[in-house]
């Protein structure tokens, strides 16, 4: 893959803390550690905003802590400061009446500001805030077009060969799909 073919990825702390070793052999452990690694060997980057630099700091095991380094090391860490949006999180957290539901879309809304900030693409285990931030796309056209990729649904979404070709806004990752 060339660099100019590359994405930055935002990558939530969930990722980080679930990746396993090299000897890790939970399902969930080694997918999230395998993308990793091809982050890492392909020419993709990592977005790091104040926030979720602080929840990797907090929540990163050992293996994701030595791949920072890496990333850090080639230079492949995109540190932002995206804007606030707060007009946009109102309009997404108006879309339920939930408060569950309104506390989680909140917690999460700084994945999205750091990918519209980028290549509006997330990449995370939680499907739960998925699907929240799916069923807001509907009427929220603002992040209709944010990817959204979990590395641990490999046989749904095939998140390897996915960031192999380049990590393509394919239709069937966007929110809205």
């Known amino acids: 893959m060339r660099a100019r073919d590359s994405k ?24 999230c550690r395998d993308f990793l690694d091809e982050v890492l060997t392909l020419s993709h980057r990592v977005v790091m905003t104040e926030r979720i630099n602080n929840e990797w700091k907090n929540h990163q095991s050992r ?25 946009l999180r109102d309009k997404i957290t ?50 209709r077009n944010i990817i959204w990729v979990n590395p641990d649904r490999t046989a749904e979404e095939h998140p390897i060969a996915w960031l192999q070709n380049g990590a393509p806004p394919e239709a069937h990752r966007r929110l809205s799909a």
Do not use: C
């Open 63 to 87: 293996f994701a802590r030595r791949w920072r380094v890496s990333m850090d090391a080639r230079r492949k860490v995109d540190r932002i400061d995206p804007p606030e949006y707060e007009e």
């Open 8 to 31: 930055r990825l935002v990558i939530d702390a969930d990722v980080a803390q679930a990746a396993g070793s090299e000897t890790a052999t939970h399902p969930r452990a080694r997918h």
């Open 94 to 143: 108006d879309t339920t009446t939930d408060e569950d539901e309104i506390q989680n879309i909140e917690k999460d809304f700084h994945l999205l500001q750091a990918a519209l900030a980028t290549d509006q693409t997330v990449i995370s285990l939680d499907e739960i805030i998925r699907g929240l931030f799916r069923q807001a796309s509907q009427s929220v056209g603002e992040i």
